[in-house]
């Protein structure tokens, strides 16, 4: 089996617990008061699969122990391509979310990737499409044409029944479970917000798998807690895990918001939206919820999370970009993972020239003139990006799900940097590309993570495949 090799400023990346915090050179208060202003954000030979590779790996503490995950276990496969345009929308500026169905494409080969995946097409209409798996293949030479090419199952279609209207810079996410509760079929949850949330607004729903009917319930709102943690990535939790430590409540739903309005890591809440009706009364309040992560505390009637005195995730820098999550378990081994694009060096708020823009809300400091294009997008930056996955262990969760543990505690005890494995990583300022990943989804019974790199085809994604462990 052969490892990638990367290069040593990669391979300097370890064991998560013992990095430095990133140098800020812009403000550092990270109280509450501060008025942070809203952003403009715009948004060789091909190798098969079974020529496995490793992604890059990273040490460890030598006390990991035999039910956490190890990184070196995730195995890359390579990845393929999405289909054209169907339903009125595309697969440009496309993947914040992303689902694995066990029982779609029943009819597909049998390659070894059985299912289908459903996710979110291009940002503007936030579609819903299901494709099929093709075999990943590895590209040596990051050439997008030698991968093959998923194929439409059903064309993209608005699955909420326009209940979200128009969302400015959108936040979504989707996951797919069996019948819970009263139900008698499949659901495909979602979730829907966006970047500034002025509100309260209801964010969860679900519909059918059939996406010319999809039957939607919803929007509800989650009990107790901030857009700024509960309307981005879901994924399933594990029914035994569940059954031990949330009863009844399967489904994870969190956020990470850039800046500190939603702490100062990524969050994760586990819900139950059938044990509050089947289903709930639009509009109405998800009562069963339980926090596992949160970087901060969430004060009643505050929009913005409290984080005086809270210990950030250890290397958290306001510019990151988690997007996507999942709950991975190989025999005894386990982890809880974040994907996205990790802040590398400096960060500021301003614009990506290094033009710093006041975050105090002091009327006397001088505002900047926006610099003209390409940097002309206002946002939180930093000198470099990176794409990696955070690991989690599930026994840290447990302990907040009971009290044992505040929700600021758990920090992950490892992460993987995958750049050398993406098509097009690090920053595009001329195309406005600033963030490398997306969603993520898992095959729990083969061991299948997927993985959404943005913009690596064109404009439009590419999925990359991961098996953990050997066949």
């Known amino acids: 089996m052969n490892r990638i090799s990367i290069c040593a400023a990669i391979a300097l990346a370890f064991f998560i617990a013992s990095c430095n915090m990133p140098t800020h050179s812009a403000s550092e208060d990270r109280s509450n008061g501060s008025a942070f202003p809203k952003g403009e954000e ?6 098969e699969a079974d020529s496995q590779q490793a992604a890059p790996k990273i040490s460890k503490p030598s006390s990991l122990s035999a039910d956490l995950l190890d990184p070196a276990d995730l195995i890359y496969l390579g990845a393929f391509r999405l289909p054209g345009e169907s339903g009125g929308s595309s697969w440009e500026y496309s993947g914040y979310a992303m689902a694995y ?30 494709i099929s798996i093709p075999q990943p293949v590895i590209s040596s030479g990051k050439n997008p044409q030698e ?13 909420t029944d326009g209940r979200f209207g128009y969302l400015e810079i959108p936040r979504a ?20 917000g966006q970047h500034f949330e002025d509100a309260w607004n209801p964010t969860h729903g679900w519909s059918s798998l059939n996406l010319s009917a999809p039957d939607p319930a919803g929007p509800w709102h989650v009990n107790g ?10 994924f399933e939790i594990p029914q035994a895990w569940a059954a031990t430590y949330t009863p009844g409540l399967r489904l994870a739903t969190g956020r990470f918001r850039d800046g500190v309005w939603g702490g100062l890591g990524p969050s994760l809440i586990a819900i139950g939206p059938w044990l509050d009706g089947n289903p709930p009364a639009q509009g109405s309040s998800l009562d069963h919820a339980v926090p596992l992560l949160l970087y901060g505390r969430q004060l009643p009637g505050n929009l913005e999370i409290d984080i005086s005195g809270i210990e950030p995730m250890t290397t958290f820098s306001e510019p990151d970009e988690w997007s996507g999550g999942a709950w ?16 590398m060096g400096n960060s500021w708020y301003g614009f990506s020239n290094g033009v710093v823009y006041p975050t105090s809300g002091d009327p006397s400091e001088v505002y900047p003139d926006v610099p003209p294009w390409p940097h002309d997008q206002r946002g939180w930056w930093s000198d470099d990006i990176s794409a990696q996955i955070l690991f989690y262990d599930p026994a840290d969760l447990a302990a ?5 543990l505040e929700s600021w505690k758990p920090q992950p005890y490892a992460l993987l940097p995958i750049d050398e494995l993406l098509f097009d990583p690090g920053f595009n300022y001329e195309n406005y590309k600033r963030y490398l990943l997306g ?9 299948l993570l997927y993985l959404v790199e943005r913009r690596a085809d064109g404009d439009k994604s590419v999925i990359h495949v991961f098996r953990i462990g050997a066949d």
């Open 400 to 404: 907040v799900a009971t009290g044992d």
């Open 328 to 343: 991975l378990t190989a025999g005894e081994s386990s982890a809880v993972i974040f994907v996205g694009t990790k802040a």
């Open 173 to 192: 996410g989707l996951e797919i479970l069996p019948p819970q509760g009263e139900q008698d079929e499949w659901k495909l949850y979602f979730s829907w």
């Open 439 to 447: 969603a993520a989804a898992f095959d729990r019974e083969n061991g």
């Open 101 to 130: 169905y066990p029982l779609g494409d029943p009819d597909g080969p049998d390659d070894g990737f059985p299912g289908s995946l459903f996710a979110v097409g291009h940002d503007h209409q936030q579609y819903v499409s299901e």
């Open 42 to 47: 715009m948004l060789p030979n091909p190798v």
């Open 147 to 159: 991968l093959n090419t998923a194929a439409t199952i059903q064309p993209f279609a608005d699955i």
């Open 225 to 234: 807690f901030s857009n700024y943690v509960t309307n981005d990535y879901l």
